[in-house]
């Protein structure tokens, strides 16, 4: 028997076999989750998209475009998840976007009020959004889980604007936790060491930043992507019961060092 025989629920932010979303999904189904899969829209996205999830053993996935941006997307996707599954358990928020020039080292005070507004947007706001969503058809309760990074609480340098969209992002996290623990709907945030990834390769000076891990961290490595996966199994899962409103590290320990 699985730990989430049962459960069903949509992944949002698998762009291929790197993305952590695919790595969750991949942990989730292990232990007998089915789960939907939301991508970016594009006939390329859907391709990459695709290839993963099918190439990882999925057959015949639920797959659906959807630019989180847009209401109207956000809309048709949750209908559509509805009317497939009918209830959900979970959502999975791995999700996030800034636009690269302004993930350079030293210009985060450089950031225009457009590009702040959209990372925030895309990368903050919408973990609200799919939350409003979603816990109209989470009868049964559920979780929902955002994916956030240490630069939310310190300043890491080219981390820059996508550090303050993370840190609204864990703030939408407690608010989301406070009122919707009520309909048993659990909100956490899992913070994870740095992935190589389609997103956090547009970070500047990230080989730095795994390399000082690496050196730091108390486990003296960096994480894995599998391990944020396993870490996802235990919060969507009935042994998180008691466990809503937190931010839990998946850095090999690299948060806890103070030099
Ligand atoms: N890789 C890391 O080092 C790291 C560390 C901590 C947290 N995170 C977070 O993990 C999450 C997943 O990132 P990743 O590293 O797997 O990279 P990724 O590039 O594989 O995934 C990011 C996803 O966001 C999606 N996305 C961007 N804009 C969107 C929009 N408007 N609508 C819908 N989807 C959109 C992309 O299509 C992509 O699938 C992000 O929130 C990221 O900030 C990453």
Redesign the pocket.
Known sequence: MGLLDGKKGMV?????D????WHIAKNLIDHGATCGF???PGEK?ERRARKAIEGGGVVDPFLIP????KDEDLDATFAAAKDHFDAIDFVIH????ADREYLKLGNFHQTPRDVFTQAMD??AY?LVAMAKRAAEFMPNGGSIIG???FGSEKAIPGYNV?GVA?AALEACTRYLSMELGEKGIRVNTL??????????MAVDGLDEIFEWVEKKAPLRRNVEADEVGKSAVYLVSDLASGVTGENIYIDCGYNVVGL
Do not use: E
């Open positions: 949002f932010g698998v762009a291929n790197r993305s952590i979303a939301a991508h970016l996205m959807c630019d989180a941006s791995s999700i996030a976007f895309i990368s919408t994916m956030t990074y996508m993370k913070s994870a060491g740095p992935i190589k990834t389609l997103s956090s």
